[in-house]
């Protein structure tokens, strides 16, 4: 091959994106199999079967980045879906009827790819999918962890269904291609070690961010998300996030921040929820304008599955342990460790109208790490994807509020 | 006739009141009550271990403190169950309670309610929803035994193997009985009419299920002796988690619309599914959920809430389908417009209504069944 | 014989009379609604304007939010019906009803008979009520019925995006301190009100001929905006407040005649 000159992260992560959504569009072309998965779902079985899988949620942040929302969502509401429930389903809904969107096409599914881990809404959107195209239904139940730790009759009966999972993929492959398809043992053991040699590069760029100034705009994080949402097990996935971490490295290494030279970073926060889509610009401008950097957020670990290769109930344990499945105390705990480890000055709460999983513990959630932590805080109202339910204004009059207060520590801090 | 009617009169004095009818069961049985928050839990566990579950459906209740923990997008029926929780009504007569995370919502509120509601006993259960395989079943089986292990140290008795099969044939009569209930509606829909159809069925959740079944079969056996009656209004089937306040019923009723039939978590749902004959009592009560259908809090493949409702119309002969809609329950938005295409297609009329149990006013409620009963004219 | 309908909403009162050939004699409108002396005055005025007495009246149907305390009638059946009753008189061909009124924004789809086939209503909500208009012109500072004169100068589309009445009469009011025009305020609240409502009438299907009824309905600027938004011509009913008294006045000529 040509020794080609070195492309950024973010070129690579385009062509990525690209490649994915052509390659998945060109396998429904060719009369290949196709799935629908939710965002943190077994990918290594599809991988193994060598089937194309989007994202819809994926999808759907990209049509509600594009400001292509709208007309979905009037389209789902039209045929009677709750303006209360889920925007990406709703946008998901809108597009299965009118199959074109201006931001991204995706091929319709020939089987849909359900994991609970991240909500029991994803359960009910994914049964409505099936039931309306008609089409077998696969689903990974992670049941909710009100313990601490992931159970062993919870791994158990995860183990189950991947068992089962995999007797479904070999069927439904088998009566697609009319010639009897086979799970590659082999195969998936080596998805695995790529699965984690992926995630664990997402989460050394991710970690790169701790340093002082963060060379990480973490509005950048969201970009990268796509990356890991859609490419966890594929090299070109960890390749993409080996150059990203070079580069954060070495601007580290230089000393620069997440912006121009001459912009400080004055205050370093998290940010708890999915992005604001349509607002991503007025989300950004009012911290970045007041000198706030978002660092990072609850997204790096929560695509960082990492487990024993071969281990199944591990691999199940790593599936249910992430943050949105696990119970009040072990998030409290998670998000306390982000605040020391990334030396963290405030964390801004996004009251998801779409999310009541992670809204109806945010509010408890946000009094205990700010008891335990003693960073500043502050929570404002949005959506994921629906344009309606946010108002710029509004976000506007909280982050200057929270500055602030983020002030009043600091001198609090430096008065001692 | 006298009968029936001082009958119904015990079960709706027990229904309208369910915190004294709770408190009074307590005193006169001296046995221990566990709340049971909504949807399938195992009852069958705590009546083996000589307590008795009540019911957990929300209520009439002002929301106040329960602001500190919940959004104003939250199922006000399950808000309001964490309300009294905070406000202390319920620890006046339960000694415990259990929970299972069914929705998203419920994750949170179990949640919370750990930090929230700290002086009462709290079980916290999960009920798989890739339900009908084995690995399933098996699941079921570890967590009913969690469950059984803290109902026995609130109990203070160890539950023997008899004790679960006395206890599921307790509950196997009581649903055989409100089955048998639901389906006489038909020959008394005057007598038995929205509001009095909808408090037999409630006071079962504050009643030994035994003594309940024991009235019930004798309210049963009261109508099957009497006279049909005739009855000229409309009959609709009505869909959804539960339906109350009582004024909302009432309205069924001034408009001359009987309750023929439900899909409602509170009701039918609860005691559709008849259990099987083999296995050990968790078996059972495993497969009990592994062989629901059309139950929008469990996961259905093939979706069939739809033809469900479609074949319920047909069978009970109703005139129309009135979905009401808890507001910011996700399980059922999700399902609505899926039914609502099928029923159309079928040429059933539909009534959609979201409703929350803390409603000022149902005036607006009232303009909506009367006009559906106009249009079904 | 005469045949009176009374409509009693929750900011307005109207009545309707009729002869026993559905010639319509008389409808009347007063902004004064249920528990007031509302619907006495209008029944008053429409009985003198035809000069009659109320002991010539032969059959009395009252609809309205105020139907059921109102204790003249000889019947009380649901604006809902008294709408559809009343298009389908005036409106051959009608079979989609958008009648936004002051509580309850409504669709009703009627079939080919001209009956009621099914019908919404918006949920708790204001923001697809008239209500949301009337806190819309409080804010802009002028009577309900200067919004559509106002609106119709709009040169610049804003969008008051909020479904909540209250989150919008912030950011209508953060609009104005960025002094964005009072005519493309006036034209954002009615994009923002139809699209509620279209919302509705897409969840049980349009079908033409669609008629606008209600007091909103003589607001031109908001009918504009509804054609844009459902992609149909609309037709105003003519008198459009009046059209659930009609409807009522009709239905007691009907159950007269059943006697």
């Known amino acids: 091959m040509e020794q080609k000159e070195k492309l950024s992260s973010k070129q690579m992560l385009n062509d990525l994106m690209a490649d994915h959504y052509q390659s998945a569009l060109d396998a429904k072309a060719d009369g290949k199999l196709v799935a629908w998965a939710t965002s943190i779902a077994p990918q290594e079985l599809l991988t193994t079967m060598g089937i194309n899988v989007v994202y819809p949620e994926n999808q759907a942040a990209a049509i509600g980045a594009r400001k292509e929302a709208q007309k979905f969502i009037d389209h789902s509401e039209g045929r009677g879906y709750s303006v209360d429930l889920c925007s ?44 309306e195209l008609n089409i077998p239904l696969i689903i990974f139940d992670l049941p909710f962890n009100h313990t601490y730790d ?104 230089a000393g620069l921040g997440p912006w121009k030279p ?30 706030i950097n978002m660092v990072t957020s609850t997204y790096p670990d929560s695509w960082t599955i990492l487990y024993d290769n071969g281990d199944i109930e591990g691999m199940a344990k790593a599936y249910s342990g992430i943050y949105c499945n696990s119970n009040l105390q072990n998030g409290v705990d998670r998000i306390t460790r982000i605040v020391n480890e990334y030396s963290l000055d405030g964390i801004v709460f996004h009251s998801n109208r779409s999310c009541k999983l992670l809204d109806f513990r945010q509010f408890e959630q946000q009094r205990q790490i700010e008891e335990k932590t003693g960073v500043a805080t502050v ?37 001692g | 006739m006298a009968d029936i009617k001082s009958l119904i009169a015990e079960f709706e004095k027990v229904a309208l009141n369910p915190a004294k009818s709770a408190a009074e069961l307590k005193k006169e049985t001296g046995k221990k009550l566990i709340g049971m928050f909504p949807y399938h839990l195992p009852e069958e566990i705590v009546y083996a271990a000589g307590m008795l579950p009540v019911g957990m459906w929300g209520g009439q209740t002002e929301i106040k403190l329960s602001n500190k923990y919940l959004q104003s997008f939250c199922c ?172 909302l019923l009432d309205a069924f009723v001034e408009n001359d619309v009987c309750i023929i039939g439900d899909d409602l978590s509170h009701q039918s749902r609860m005691f559709r599914i008849e259990g099987r004959k083999e296995g050990t009592v968790y078996e059972k009560m495993a497969y009990r959920i592994a062989d629901a259908y059309a139950d929008p809090l469990l996961l259905d493949e093939k979706k069939e809430h739809g033809k469900e409702l479609i074949d319920m119309v047909k069978e009970y002969g109703a005139d129309g389908v009135v979905v ?31 409703i929350e149990q803390q409603m000022e006013s149902v005036g607006q409620y009232k303009t909506r069944i009367q006009a559906f009963a106009e249009t079904l004219a | 014989m005469y045949f009176l309908g009374v409509d009693i909403g929750s900011s307005s009162s109207k009545a309707a009379i009729i002869d026993e050939n559905k010639n319509i004699l008389v409808r009347v409108a007063r902004n004064i609604g249920t528990g007031t002396n509302g619907p006495t005055l209008v029944i008053n005025q429409a009985l003198e304007e035809v000069g009659i007495t109320r002991d010539q009246i032969n059959f009395t149907v009252a609809t309205g939010y105020g139907r059921v305390t109102f204790t003249q009638a000889d019947k009380q059946i649901t604006e809902i019906s008294c709408h559809g009753k009343g298009v389908a008189h005036l409106v051959p061909g009608a079979h989609t009803i958008i009648d936004i009124g002051g509580q309850d924004a409504k669709v009703i789809r009627l079939n080919d008979k001209g009956n009621v086939d099914n019908f919404l209503m918006n949920e708790k909500c204001a923001a697809g009520t008239g209500r949301f208009l009337e806190v819309m012109a409080r804010i802009l500072n002028c009577g309900l019925e200067d919004l559509s004169g106002l609106a119709k100068e709009s040169t610049e589309e804003i969008e008051i995006s909020n479904t909540c009445t209250v989150f919008a009469e912030s950011e209508v009011i953060s609009q104005l301190a960025q002094g964005t025009a009072k005519a493309d305020v006036a034209q954002g609240a009615n994009n923002s009100i139809t699209s509620r409502v279209a919302g509705l009438a897409r969840r049980i299907g349009i079908t033409p001929v669609v008629v606008m009824t209600g007091g909103v309905a003589k607001n031109d600027a908001v009918v504009r905006c509804m054609e844009k938004q459902i992609g149909y011509d609309i037709t105003v009913a003519p008198d459009p407040q009046t059209v659930g008294a009609l409807g009522a006045a009709l239905f007691a000529l009907e159950t007269f005649n059943k006697k």
């Open chain 1, 88 to 131: 990406y389903a709703r946008v998901n809904f809108g597009y299965q009827q009118l199959k074109k969107s201006e931001s991204q096409d995706i091929p319709m599914p020939d089987f849909i790819y359900s994991c609970s881990n991240i909500c029991h809404t994803v359960l009910k959107w994914y049964e409505n999918l099936a039931k």
């Open chain 1, 262 to 291: 001459g912009e400080e970073e004055k205050f370093r926060v998290m940010w708890d929820g999915i992005a604001c889509w349509p607002y991503l610009g007025s989300t950004y401008k009012g911290l970045k304008n007041n000198g």
């Open chain 1, 379 to 415: 929570l404002f109202d949005g959506d994921q994807t629906d344009p309606r339910a946010f108002s710029t204004e509004q976000y506007n009059t909280r982050i200057q509020a929270f500055l602030e207060t983020l002030e009043n520590k600091k001198e609090e801090r430096r008065k």
């Open chain 2, 76 to 247: 006000s029926m399950i808000k309001a169950n964490f309300e009294m929780g905070m406000n202390k009504t319920y620890q006046k007569v339960l000694d415990g309670v259990v929970m299972a995370a069914y929705c998203d919502t419920l994750k949170c509120i179990c949640e919370d309610w750990k930090v929230a509601v700290t002086d009462m006993p709290l079980i916290a259960m999960y009920y798989p929803q890739n339900r009908k395989i084995a690995a399933a079943i098996d699941y079921m089986g570890a967590e009913f035994k969690k469950a059984q292990e803290q109902l026995e140290a609130i109990a203070g008795k160890k539950v023997t193997e008899a004790d679960l099969e006395a206890a599921w044939e307790v509950y196997e009569a009581y649903r055989a009985e409100s089955r048998k209930f639901v389906k006489l509606v038909a020959k008394m829909p005057k007598t038995l009419n929205a509001t009095v159809r909808h408090l037999v069925i409630k006071a079962a959740w504050f009643m030994d299920k035994k003594v309940y079944t024991e009235k019930l079969a004798a309210l049963n056996a009261a109508i099957e002796a009497a006279p049909a009656e005739e009855f000229n209004g409309k009959k609709v089937l009505v869909e959804g988690i539960m339906v109350e306040p009582i004024a």
């Open chain 1, 150 to 253: 992931v159970q062993d009759h919870a791994a158990k009966y995860m183990k189950g269904q991947i068992e089962e999972a995999i007797k479904r993929l070999e069927t439904i492959s088998t009566k697609h291609y009319g010639k009897k398809v086979e799970f590659d043992h082999d195969k998936f053991k080596a998805v695995m070690e790529q699965s984690n040699a992926t995630s664990q590069m997402w989460k050394d760029a991710t970690m790169v961010a701790k340093a002082k100034p963060s060379p990480l705009n973490g509005f950048d994080l969201f970009n990268y998300m796509a990356g890991i949402v859609t490419n966890r097990g594929t090299k070109a996935g960890y390749e993409v996030f080996k150059a990203w971490k070079e580069e954060l490295e070495a601007k580290a290494a």
């Open chain 2, 324 to 354: 009401c809609a808890m507001k910011f329950c996700d399980p059922e938005e999700y399902d609505y417009p899926i039914f609502k295409e099928e029923l159309e297609a079928a040429n059933i009329p539909v009534l959609y209504m979201e």
